[in-house]
């Protein structure tokens, strides 16, 4: 098919060899790329009951057939695989260079089992696997672990890279690459460490066939055209995603305190604003895209004057600092990159750090630690990358430690998994949208804080609220085949969806086709849930969100209950 090599790369770790299989139209068509085509191998390669950390947990690896092309936001690549936050499906995706490198390889998905021997890289290109020893490489930090196994690849190598966390399999362990790019939810890390794999290099170029370039370079440039005349388009390359602390403090669904109020009295100096003042900013592109919303950083006066990062980003300042209340974007930006360089997802150490403050708090841990304090944060991180004292409890995941503690009444989380930073007891879709998301409490399966935000939907009542999301869903899964950044879904809708999918693939779809696609993929990861123990009970928040926050809002349950109802309705039909 169009769009696709037709083949996928199986590694096995244990044996050290590697193998190439054929992928067949038929599969594609039903599974075309990316989380559908990464679904489709984990349901048939994982044996019901696998655990995540296990030798025999599929880690795949998969591209979408606008991968390679010109097309703007198509650089991001999605890593498949049981979750060991939360034992069910696990996805994350990565923007970046990395992307055609992977798919340059010549396949469509990399299927890694097995576990090595000792830590080990991979180097893959089109030709093949090398399988390398990295013990030299153990405990290193993420960035000096890029940088090293790529000295002496050629410029175009890229590559993934585990951190300290990783290696001891903690499961708030993510990927990075780009340096500062994240695979970061769901304890990608672990998995990967879990099989002592310290980095994968790629060195692809081979260029794959699409159906109609013509067409693509037409539709290329309505959507640029699309993005020109879009005020959000400026307020990306100037603000980037920090945009969102204004907007959500302003309608008080900024996640403040773990939890426990929706404003941040001090939002401001963590703001946009103040990162355009006290910042040096480079906004920096995922190529090719003119959204530009990633800024190159550097902390200009105080004690980390010359810290450079890309970010900080919305949802790591909601975490290390409104749910912390960390009331300074440079310890942020220091949280941030210690973080990075540990290979532990910002979201989720910012919502343990916080727990960890309730638990000292009610007498249930002994680490000392309270609101605005970030060098005790970035020691409790450090201890979590160590499995050391309170950190070896925290990285057993937020479900799992909750119990430990006996605060699972306290602990906030859907399915092991912290939710982003939108208040759901404001946004009630946002509400919808955690519960039944097959990955957790993820706010990126169907973006749906912005159809509230921006007024598009009433975020006060539930109304149509099941039926608005499954269109965002819908639209969001086949992004995720694709693979397309979120960002362009304002440039992006059915029309233009369908013209891609034709220009690429040569599939001829209607709209109805390509909804029955996204819906049995939605499907099918509700599925592969069931089959891991995670039945309809998991569908639900935590009981805090269905009491009254600071400010008065509050879900009820009868509401959160209507909404899946219906919401299941529809995804039966």
């Known amino acids: 098919m169009k769009g ?24 594609l068509a039903k599974y075309p790329g990316g989380k559908g085509l990464g679904i489709y191998l984990l349901m048939r390669e994982n044996k019901a009951g696998v655990a995540p950390l296990s030798s025999e947990n599929s880690f795949i690896i998969a591209t979408g057939p606008l991968t390679g092309t010109n097309m703007w936001g198509r650089s991001r690549f999605g890593v498949y695989t049981k979750s060991p936050a939360t034992g069910g499906f696990g996805e994350s995706y990565c923007g970046g260079s990395l992307a055609p490198k992977i798919k340059g390889c010549g396949v469509d998905a990399i299927i890694i089992t097995g576990k090595a021997d000792s830590l080990s890289s991979l180097i893959i290109d089109h030709v093949g696997v090398a399988f390398k020893e990295a013990n030299h490489l153990a405990g290193a930090e993420t960035d000096v672990t890029e940088r090293i196994l790529l000295s002496g690849q050629p410029s175009k190598a890229g590559a993934m890279v585990i951190g300290p966390a990783g290696e001891k399999q903690v499961v708030q362990a993510c990927i990075k690459s780009d340096q500062w790019r994240s695979l970061g939810r769901g304890g990608m890390g672990a998995v990967l ?16 066939a699409i159906a109609d370039p013509p067409l693509l370079s037409k539709v290329t440039k309505s959507i640029a055209q699309k993005g020109k005349e879009s005020p959000v388009t400026n307020l990306y390359k100037k603000l980037g995603t920090p945009l969102q602390v204004k907007v959500t403090n302003e309608q ?10 929706g404003h941040f009295d001090k939002w401001k100096n963590i703001s946009a604003d103040y990162m355009q003042n006290h910042f040096s900013m480079t906004p920096q592109a995922c190529p090719p895209c003119f959204l530009k919303c990633t800024k190159r950083s550097v902390v200009k006066k105080g004690k980390h004057a010359g810290l450079e990062i890309e970010g900080p980003e919305y949802e ?7 749910l912390n209340k960390v009331d300074s974007l440079e310890e942020i930006a220091w949280l941030n990159d210690v973080c990075d360089k540990l290979g532990i997802d910002t979201m989720s150490a910012g919502n343990l750090s916080a727990f960890a403050i309730e638990a000292y708090k009610a007498g249930k841990s002994d680490y000392a630690i309270d609101y605005n304090q970030p060098k005790k944060m970035a020691q409790l991180f450090k201890l979590i990358a160590k499995k050391e004292g309170i950190g070896a409890i925290l990285a057993m995941g937020i479900a799992e430690a909750s119990k430990k503690l006996n605060l699972e009444e306290m602990a906030i989380h859907v399915k092991g998994l912290e939710p982003a930073g939108f208040e759901p007891r404001v946004l009630k879709g946002m509400g919808l949208s955690y519960a039944t998301a097959a990955r957790g409490a993820c706010h990126l399966r169907g973006t749906f804080y912005k159809a509230e935000l921006s007024g598009q939907i009433d975020k006060e009542t539930i109304t149509d609220k099941a039926k608005f999301l499954i269109d965002y869903e819908d639209r969001a899964t086949l992004f995720d085949c694709l693979i397309l950044c979120r960002f362009f879904r304002d440039f992006i809708l059915w029309d233009e969806l369908l013209l891609l999918f034709e220009v ?4 001829d779809l209607s709209q109805e086709k390509l909804q029955n696609i996204a819906n049995s993929i939605t499907n099918q990861t509700r599925a592969f849930n069931l089959r891991e123990g995670l039945d309809s009970s998991f569908d639900t928040l935590p009981k805090r969100f269905f009491k009254k926050n600071q400010e008065g809002a509050r879900l009820t349950e009868d509401e959160l209950s209507q909404m899946i109802k219906e919401y299941n309705q529809l995804r039966k039909e």
């Open 504 to 507: 690429t693939t040569g599939l």
């Open 4 to 27: 696709f090599f037709n083949k996928l790369l199986r590694i096995d770790l244990t044996a050290k060899n590697f193998s190439y299989e054929s992928l067949e139209d038929a599969e």
């Open 193 to 208: 460490g879990s099989k002592r794999i310290k980095g994968i290099v790629f060195i692809g170029s081979k260029e794959c």
């Open 316 to 322: 790591t300042i909601y975490a290390l600092g409104g």
């Open 252 to 261: 008080n669904c900024f996640p403040t305190g773990y939890w426990h109020s």
